[in-house]
Every structure is written in structure tokens, then in C-alpha cells.
């Protein structure tokens, strides 16, 4: 959630140097490492709505990394809203801790 919570932050805060851009492109590296943990999980591989969005947030994540290369704010706002969805319909499908709230 930090390293996300960096990145949405974008839609309202542009960064305004090569530092802040550094480190939206650090946390998405981190949720692209976070992505490729989802999908080596054994328990859920034959998961599908698992997978699908374990995939969105390690494709969302990557491309936001991408984009923060490119100081290409749009970009980061358009992989930032596949990466919300990621998030959204993995909880929708399973179980969070009661009292859960996401953002
Ligand atoms: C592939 C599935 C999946 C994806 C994608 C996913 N989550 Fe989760 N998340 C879970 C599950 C399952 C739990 C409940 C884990 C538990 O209770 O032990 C959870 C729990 C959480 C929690 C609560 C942790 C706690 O200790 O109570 C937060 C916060 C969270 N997710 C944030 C996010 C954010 C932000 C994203 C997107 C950037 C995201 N998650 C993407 C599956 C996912």
C-alpha cells in the first residue's frame, strides 16, 4: 500500500524534480517485485481471477516504472488506474481482514 499510495499520489501531485521521480520509479519497482511474488505463490497458481490480477499489477506496475523514466505524467496516471484495478478485483474475489479498507 505505501508504494502504491506514491504512485496514485501522482494524479494529484505532479513530481516536480528528478528525485520525486526517482522515487515513484522506485515504488513501482517495488509493487513489480510485489507482482512477481503474487504469481509465484504455489497455493494460487491455478487461480484465474489470481493470476489476472496479479498480471494487471505486475504489467500496471511495470509500466509505470516506465513511464516515471520518461517524467511522463499522463502515462504514470493511466498505469496507475490499471494498478487500482488490480487491486480492487483481487479483494473483490478474495478474502481481506475484517475492518479492511483499502486506501
Ligand atoms: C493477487 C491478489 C491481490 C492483489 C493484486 C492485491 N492484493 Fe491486497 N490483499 C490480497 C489478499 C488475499 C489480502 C488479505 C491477506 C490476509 O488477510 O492475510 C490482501 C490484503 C491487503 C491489505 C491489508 C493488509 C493487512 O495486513 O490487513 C492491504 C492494505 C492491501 N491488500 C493493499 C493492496 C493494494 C494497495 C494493492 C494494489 C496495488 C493490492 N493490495 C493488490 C490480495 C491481493
Redesign the pocket.
Known amino acids: 500500500?505505501p508504494?502504491?499510495?506514491i504512485v496514485f499520489t501522482v494524479a494529484n501531485t505532479e513530481p516536480r524534480n528528478a528525485q520525486d521521480w526517482q522515487q515513484v520509479k522506485r515504488n513501482a519497482l517495488n509493487?513489480v517485485a510485489?507482482?512477481e511474488w503474487?504469481l509465484s505463490s504455489p497455493a494460487?497458481k491455478d487461480q484465474r481471477v489470481?493470476q489476472q490480477?496479479?498480471n494487471?499489477?505486475l504489467a500496471a506496475a511495470t509500466a509505470v516504472a516506465k513511464a516515471a523514466d520518461a517524467n511522463d505524467v499522463e502515462a504514470v496516471n493511466n498505469a496507475g488506474n490499471d494498478?487500482?484495478a488490480?487491486?480492487e478485483?483481487?479483494?473483490a474475489h478474495?478474502?481481506?481482514?475484517p475492518n479492511?479498507?483499502?486506501?
Request: hydrophobic content about 30%; glycine content about 4%; some cysteine.
Open positions: 500500500m508504494a502504491s499510495n509493487l510485489s507482482g503474487l494460487n489470481w490480477s496479479a494487471t499489477l494498478l487500482y488490480s487491486c478485483s483481487c479483494h478474495y478474502p481481506t481482514k479492511f479498507k483499502s486506501y
